[in-house]
């Protein structure tokens, strides 16, 4: 479960990448994408805790326990600059519509 931690963060990182370089067209699939790989990241997380309660070396346990926590950290911290650079690249996009359609709250 820790290696699927560190792939789901690793691709939660390149989609900030994609969200600033990809067609605006599909950001629904980079959003889309985001929410599976953060539900991945947490499942696997919490099979991480889990199995860390069969183990009885201490000092291992904590070292797991510690890199997936700084996973998850930094998988928070990509996902939400990928999320506002979606953002971002809507309201580029929206700007271009009438003023009508654009929302307002974005």
């Known amino acids: 479960p820790l290696a699927v931690m560190r792939l789901c963060a690793d691709a939660i990182e390149q989609a900030g990448v994609v969200a600033a370089l990809g067609n605006r067209n599909a950001s629904s699939d980079v959003q889309s994408g985001l929410e599976l790989l953060t539900a991945g990241l947490r499942a696997a997380m919490s099979n991480v805790e889990i199995n860390l309660s069969s183990l ?43 003023p009508s359609a654009v929302r307002k709250d974005w």
């Open 56 to 98: 009885k070396d201490a000092e291992r346990s904590a070292a797991i326990r510690g890199d997936a926590s700084r996973l998850a950290a930094k998988a928070d911290e990509e996902s939400a600059a990928a999320r506002r650079q979606l953002v971002n690249s809507i309201g580029r996009m929206a700007s271009r519509c009438h």
